[in-house]
Protein backbone atom coordinates (compact mmCIF):
# COMPACT_ATOMS: atom_id res chain seq x y z
CA UNK A 1 0.00 0.00 0.00
CA UNK A 2 0.94 3.45 -0.36
CA UNK A 3 0.36 6.66 1.45
CA UNK A 4 -0.49 10.30 0.40
CA UNK A 5 -1.05 13.82 2.35
CA UNK A 6 -4.78 14.30 2.14
CA UNK A 7 -4.35 18.19 0.56
CA UNK A 8 -2.19 20.75 2.16
CA UNK A 9 -2.47 18.64 5.32
CA UNK A 10 0.70 16.82 7.90
CA UNK A 11 -2.18 13.88 7.30
CA UNK A 12 -1.19 10.52 5.82
CA UNK A 13 -3.69 8.26 4.18
CA UNK A 14 -3.44 5.42 2.76
CA UNK A 15 -4.29 5.26 -1.78
CA UNK A 16 -7.21 3.07 -1.45
CA UNK A 17 -9.75 4.42 0.95
CA UNK A 18 -12.42 1.52 1.78
CA UNK A 19 -16.25 2.71 1.26
CA UNK A 20 -18.56 1.98 4.11
CA UNK A 21 -21.63 2.21 2.72
CA UNK A 22 -21.77 -1.63 1.67
CA UNK A 23 -21.67 -2.54 5.74
CA UNK A 24 -25.12 -2.24 7.45
CA UNK A 25 -28.14 -3.95 8.33
CA UNK A 26 -30.25 -4.13 4.99
CA UNK A 27 -33.53 -3.54 6.92
CA UNK A 28 -32.41 0.07 7.79
CA UNK A 29 -32.01 2.73 5.40
CA UNK A 30 -32.47 2.47 1.83
CA UNK A 31 -29.85 -0.06 0.55
CA UNK A 32 -31.25 -4.01 0.55
CA UNK A 33 -28.06 -4.92 -0.71
CA UNK A 34 -25.51 -4.04 2.59
CA UNK A 35 -23.81 -6.51 4.55
CA UNK A 36 -24.64 -6.89 8.18
CA UNK A 37 -22.47 -6.93 11.29
CA UNK A 38 -21.23 -10.62 10.29
CA UNK A 39 -20.59 -10.21 7.06
CA UNK A 40 -19.04 -6.98 7.25
CA UNK A 41 -16.16 -7.32 9.68
CA UNK A 42 -13.92 -10.01 7.56
CA UNK A 43 -13.99 -7.43 4.79
CA UNK A 44 -13.06 -4.57 6.98
CA UNK A 45 -10.49 -6.80 8.88
CA UNK A 46 -8.89 -8.25 5.12
CA UNK A 47 -8.77 -4.40 4.56
CA UNK A 48 -6.71 -3.23 7.71
CA UNK A 49 -4.51 -5.78 6.84
CA UNK A 50 -3.87 -5.28 2.89
CA UNK A 51 -2.56 -1.72 4.83
CA UNK A 52 -5.80 0.63 4.05
CA UNK A 53 -5.99 2.94 7.17
CA UNK A 54 -8.72 5.03 5.23
CA UNK A 55 -12.58 4.34 5.99
CA UNK A 56 -15.59 6.36 5.17
CA UNK A 57 -18.48 6.17 6.08
CA UNK A 58 -22.03 8.79 6.70
CA UNK A 59 -24.63 9.27 9.53
CA UNK A 60 -27.14 7.86 7.10
CA UNK A 61 -25.92 4.65 5.47
CA UNK A 62 -28.24 2.03 6.80
CA UNK A 63 -30.07 4.82 9.14
CA UNK A 64 -26.49 4.88 11.50
CA UNK A 65 -25.54 0.97 11.55
CA UNK A 66 -23.04 1.49 9.34
CA UNK A 67 -20.95 3.60 11.78
CA UNK A 68 -22.13 1.12 14.48
CA UNK A 69 -20.79 -1.96 12.29
CA UNK A 70 -17.47 -0.03 11.44
CA UNK A 71 -17.06 1.47 15.07
CA UNK A 72 -17.15 -1.50 16.78
CA UNK A 73 -14.94 -3.49 13.73
CA UNK A 74 -12.08 -0.87 13.95
CA UNK A 75 -12.15 -0.65 17.54
CA UNK A 76 -11.64 -4.56 17.64
CA UNK A 77 -9.23 -5.08 15.00
CA UNK A 78 -7.37 -1.53 14.64
CA UNK A 79 -5.21 1.23 16.19
CA UNK A 80 -7.21 4.13 16.47
CA UNK A 81 -4.62 6.54 16.79
CA UNK A 82 -3.51 4.99 13.06
CA UNK A 83 -6.05 4.67 10.97
CA UNK A 84 -8.19 7.48 9.74
CA UNK A 85 -11.79 7.55 10.07
CA UNK A 86 -14.64 9.77 7.89
CA UNK A 87 -17.89 10.45 8.25
CA UNK A 88 -20.34 12.56 6.91
CA UNK A 89 -23.27 14.92 7.78
CA UNK A 90 -26.56 16.58 5.18
CA UNK A 91 -29.10 13.95 5.04
CA UNK A 92 -32.16 13.52 7.01
CA UNK A 93 -31.59 11.26 10.03
CA UNK A 94 -35.27 10.88 11.53
CA UNK A 95 -38.82 13.19 10.80
CA UNK A 96 -39.09 16.65 12.07
CA UNK A 97 -37.54 19.83 12.56
CA UNK A 98 -33.44 20.20 12.06
CA UNK A 99 -33.25 16.46 11.39
CA UNK A 100 -31.05 17.02 8.28
CA UNK A 101 -29.00 19.76 6.32
CA UNK A 102 -26.48 21.98 7.82
CA UNK A 103 -27.87 24.14 10.25
CA UNK A 104 -25.50 24.79 13.68
CA UNK A 105 -28.26 22.90 15.49
CA UNK A 106 -28.04 20.12 13.06
CA UNK A 107 -24.29 19.75 13.00
CA UNK A 108 -23.84 20.00 16.47
CA UNK A 109 -26.80 17.32 16.91
CA UNK A 110 -25.39 15.09 14.70
CA UNK A 111 -21.21 14.99 15.08
CA UNK A 112 -22.53 13.51 19.04
CA UNK A 113 -24.81 11.06 17.45
CA UNK A 114 -22.05 9.45 15.13
CA UNK A 115 -19.94 9.42 17.89
CA UNK A 116 -21.59 7.99 19.60
CA UNK A 117 -22.50 5.00 17.25
CA UNK A 118 -18.86 4.83 15.98
CA UNK A 119 -17.64 4.77 19.28
CA UNK A 120 -15.08 7.24 19.51
CA UNK A 121 -14.25 10.48 21.27
CA UNK A 122 -13.58 12.28 17.10
CA UNK A 123 -13.88 11.90 13.56
CA UNK A 124 -10.50 12.19 11.80
CA UNK A 125 -12.66 14.02 8.74
CA UNK A 126 -16.04 15.25 8.93
CA UNK A 127 -17.43 15.76 5.86
CA UNK A 128 -20.88 17.59 4.50
CA UNK A 129 -22.40 14.70 2.40
CA UNK A 130 -23.89 17.90 0.27
CA UNK A 131 -24.27 21.43 0.08
CA UNK A 132 -27.27 23.27 1.63
CA UNK A 133 -28.91 26.04 -0.01
CA UNK A 134 -31.31 27.06 2.84
CA UNK A 135 -28.46 27.41 5.16
CA UNK A 136 -26.09 30.42 4.86
CA UNK A 137 -22.72 29.02 4.52
CA UNK A 138 -20.84 31.42 7.54
CA UNK A 139 -23.27 29.52 10.06
CA UNK A 140 -21.90 26.11 8.37
CA UNK A 141 -18.53 27.29 8.47
CA UNK A 142 -18.59 28.35 11.31
CA UNK A 143 -20.41 25.26 13.30
CA UNK A 144 -17.57 23.17 11.49
CA UNK A 145 -14.85 25.01 12.84
CA UNK A 146 -16.49 24.97 16.76
CA UNK A 147 -16.44 21.26 16.37
CA UNK A 148 -12.55 21.47 15.44
CA UNK A 149 -11.58 23.84 18.53
CA UNK A 150 -13.67 21.31 20.47
CA UNK A 151 -11.65 18.39 19.50
CA UNK A 152 -14.80 16.25 18.37
CA UNK A 153 -12.87 16.94 14.22
CA UNK A 154 -9.37 17.10 13.15
CA UNK A 155 -10.17 17.93 9.92
CA UNK A 156 -13.20 18.81 7.54
CA UNK A 157 -14.39 18.09 4.20
CA UNK A 158 -17.13 18.47 1.21
CA UNK A 159 -18.39 16.72 -1.13
CA UNK A 160 -20.34 16.86 -4.53
CA UNK A 161 -21.69 20.95 -5.21
CA UNK A 162 -20.64 22.91 -7.72
CA UNK A 163 -17.44 25.16 -7.52
CA UNK A 164 -19.22 28.19 -6.87
CA UNK A 165 -20.32 26.61 -4.30
CA UNK A 166 -17.13 24.88 -2.93
CA UNK A 167 -15.16 28.19 -3.61
CA UNK A 168 -17.83 30.75 -1.72
CA UNK A 169 -17.62 27.90 1.11
CA UNK A 170 -14.03 28.09 1.10
CA UNK A 171 -13.57 32.07 0.59
CA UNK A 172 -16.06 32.43 3.92
CA UNK A 173 -13.96 30.46 6.11
CA UNK A 174 -10.77 32.17 5.13
CA UNK A 175 -12.42 35.76 5.46
CA UNK A 176 -13.25 34.83 8.68
CA UNK A 177 -10.42 32.87 10.45
CA UNK A 178 -12.35 29.46 9.95
CA UNK A 179 -11.35 25.84 9.55
CA UNK A 180 -11.27 25.40 5.59
CA UNK A 181 -11.68 22.33 3.56
CA UNK A 182 -9.20 19.60 3.04
CA UNK A 183 -10.88 17.59 0.77
CA UNK A 184 -13.60 17.14 -2.06
CA UNK A 185 -15.17 14.10 -1.98
CA UNK A 186 -16.99 13.91 -5.32
CA UNK A 187 -18.57 11.71 -8.29
CA UNK A 188 -15.43 10.96 -10.92
CA UNK A 189 -14.48 8.16 -12.69
CA UNK A 190 -13.95 7.43 -17.03
CA UNK A 191 -17.28 7.75 -16.99
CA UNK A 192 -18.27 10.71 -15.65
CA UNK A 193 -15.39 13.70 -16.06
CA UNK A 194 -17.60 16.67 -15.51
CA UNK A 195 -15.12 17.41 -13.02
CA UNK A 196 -12.18 17.94 -14.27
CA UNK A 197 -14.03 21.72 -16.08
CA UNK A 198 -14.52 23.58 -12.68
CA UNK A 199 -14.04 21.26 -9.56
CA UNK A 200 -10.72 19.63 -10.06
CA UNK A 201 -9.03 22.48 -11.23
CA UNK A 202 -9.88 24.57 -8.34
CA UNK A 203 -8.80 21.86 -5.82
CA UNK A 204 -5.48 22.04 -7.42
CA UNK A 205 -5.18 25.65 -6.95
CA UNK A 206 -6.19 25.37 -3.01
CA UNK A 207 -4.46 22.49 -2.08
CA UNK A 208 -7.33 20.36 -1.36
CA UNK A 209 -7.14 16.42 -2.28
CA UNK A 210 -10.41 14.64 -4.22
CA UNK A 211 -11.61 11.57 -2.75
CA UNK A 212 -14.25 9.99 -5.73
CA UNK A 213 -16.75 8.26 -5.33
CA UNK A 214 -18.12 5.21 -7.15
CA UNK A 215 -14.65 5.40 -8.65
CA UNK A 216 -16.09 2.13 -11.00
CA UNK A 217 -19.27 3.65 -11.96
CA UNK A 218 -20.68 1.55 -9.53
CA UNK A 219 -19.67 -1.45 -11.20
CA UNK A 220 -20.99 -0.74 -14.60
CA UNK A 221 -16.64 -0.44 -15.63
CA UNK A 222 -16.31 -4.10 -14.07
CA UNK A 223 -18.63 -6.17 -15.72
CA UNK A 224 -20.01 -6.37 -19.78
CA UNK A 225 -22.43 -3.48 -20.75
CA UNK A 226 -25.88 -4.39 -19.87
CA UNK A 227 -24.72 -6.99 -17.00
CA UNK A 228 -27.17 -6.65 -14.41
CA UNK A 229 -26.81 -7.04 -10.31
CA UNK A 230 -29.05 -7.59 -7.81
CA UNK A 231 -27.65 -3.95 -6.99
CA UNK A 232 -27.74 -2.31 -9.82
CA UNK A 233 -31.59 -3.62 -10.79
CA UNK A 234 -32.56 -1.66 -7.29
CA UNK A 235 -30.37 1.48 -8.20
CA UNK A 236 -32.95 4.38 -9.44
CA UNK A 237 -30.33 6.92 -8.40
CA UNK A 238 -27.35 5.12 -9.95
CA UNK A 239 -29.69 4.84 -13.16
CA UNK A 240 -29.68 8.37 -13.72
CA UNK A 241 -25.75 8.69 -13.93
CA UNK A 242 -24.23 7.15 -17.31
CA UNK A 243 -25.25 6.77 -20.40
CA UNK A 244 -25.45 3.89 -23.76
CA UNK A 245 -23.15 6.09 -25.20
CA UNK A 246 -20.70 4.56 -22.35
CA UNK A 247 -20.25 1.86 -23.71
CA UNK A 248 -17.72 2.52 -25.93
CA UNK A 249 -15.68 3.36 -22.71
CA UNK A 250 -16.29 -0.09 -20.66
CA UNK A 251 -15.20 -1.86 -23.79
CA UNK A 252 -11.82 -0.24 -23.85
CA UNK A 253 -11.32 -0.62 -20.24
CA UNK A 254 -12.19 -4.50 -21.12
CA UNK A 255 -9.10 -4.73 -24.46
CA UNK A 256 -7.03 -3.04 -22.26
CA UNK A 257 -7.33 -5.30 -19.02
CA UNK A 258 -6.93 -8.27 -21.47
CA UNK A 259 -3.83 -7.36 -23.08
CA UNK A 260 -2.83 -6.89 -19.02
CA UNK A 261 -3.87 -10.11 -17.86
CA UNK A 262 -5.45 -7.89 -14.85
CA UNK A 263 -8.85 -7.77 -13.94
CA UNK A 264 -10.93 -4.53 -15.04
CA UNK A 265 -11.49 -3.17 -11.47
CA UNK A 266 -7.61 -2.50 -12.01
CA UNK A 267 -7.50 -0.42 -15.14
CA UNK A 268 -10.02 1.70 -14.15
CA UNK A 269 -8.98 2.28 -10.40
CA UNK A 270 -5.03 2.46 -11.90
CA UNK A 271 -6.54 5.36 -14.06
CA UNK A 272 -8.17 7.48 -11.30
CA UNK A 273 -4.97 6.85 -9.01
CA UNK A 274 -2.97 8.48 -12.02
CA UNK A 275 -4.94 12.14 -11.92
CA UNK A 276 -2.89 15.03 -9.85
CA UNK A 277 -5.94 15.76 -7.65
CA UNK A 278 -6.81 12.63 -6.08
CA UNK A 279 -5.26 10.96 -3.08
CA UNK A 280 -7.88 8.19 -2.01
CA UNK A 281 -10.40 6.46 -4.69
CA UNK A 282 -13.38 5.43 -2.17
CA UNK A 283 -14.21 1.64 -3.17
CA UNK A 284 -16.79 0.17 -1.88
CA UNK A 285 -15.80 -3.92 -0.88
CA UNK A 286 -18.45 -6.90 -0.89
CA UNK A 287 -16.33 -9.55 -1.63
CA UNK A 288 -12.74 -9.80 -0.65
CA UNK A 289 -11.87 -9.81 -4.12
CA UNK A 290 -13.23 -5.96 -4.18
CA UNK A 291 -10.40 -5.17 -1.92
CA UNK A 292 -7.23 -6.81 -3.74
CA UNK A 293 -8.26 -5.48 -6.69
CA UNK A 294 -8.12 -1.98 -5.45
CA UNK A 295 -4.53 -3.11 -3.58
CA UNK A 296 -3.47 -3.94 -6.68
CA UNK A 297 -4.40 -1.13 -8.81
CA UNK A 298 -2.10 0.75 -6.45
CA UNK A 299 0.90 -0.76 -8.23
CA UNK A 300 -0.41 -0.31 -11.67
CA UNK A 301 1.22 2.26 -14.01
CA UNK A 302 -0.95 2.89 -17.37
CA UNK A 303 1.18 4.04 -20.49
CA UNK A 304 0.01 7.36 -21.86
CA UNK A 305 -1.35 5.05 -25.27
CA UNK A 306 -3.63 3.18 -22.53
CA UNK A 307 -4.97 6.54 -21.10
CA UNK A 308 -6.01 8.12 -24.42
CA UNK A 309 -7.82 4.83 -25.72
CA UNK A 310 -9.51 5.17 -22.29
CA UNK A 311 -10.47 8.84 -22.46
CA UNK A 312 -10.92 8.92 -26.14
CA UNK A 313 -14.46 7.78 -26.07
CA UNK A 314 -15.84 10.62 -23.37
CA UNK A 315 -17.85 12.29 -24.67
CA UNK A 316 -19.68 15.49 -22.08
CA UNK A 317 -22.94 15.51 -20.59
CA UNK A 318 -25.64 17.04 -17.90
CA UNK A 319 -23.90 17.69 -14.27
CA UNK A 320 -25.61 14.79 -11.66
CA UNK A 321 -24.29 13.70 -8.37
CA UNK A 322 -25.13 16.85 -6.70
CA UNK A 323 -28.38 15.97 -4.96
Known amino acids: MQYVKLGSTGLDVSRICLGCMSYGLPDRGVHE ?31 GTSEEIV ?6 FANRDEIVLATKVHGRMRSGQNAAGLSRKAIMTEIDHSLR ?11 IHRFDPRTPVEETMEA ?15 SSMYAWQFSKMQYTAERHGWTRFVSMQNHYNLLY ?8 PLCADQGVSALPWSPLARGRLTRDWGTVTDRSSADDFGSRLYQEGDRAIVEAVTRIAVERGVPRAQVALAWLLA ?17 EDAVAAVELELS ?15 VVGHS
Open 71 to 76: GKALAD
Open 144 to 158: LHDLVKAGKVRYIGA
Open 117 to 127: RLGTDYVDLYQ
Open 193 to 200: REEEREML
Open 33 to 63: WTLDEEASRPLIRQALDAGITFFDTANVYSD
Open 275 to 291: RDTVAAPIVGAGRPHHI
Open 304 to 318: DKEIEELEGPYTARP
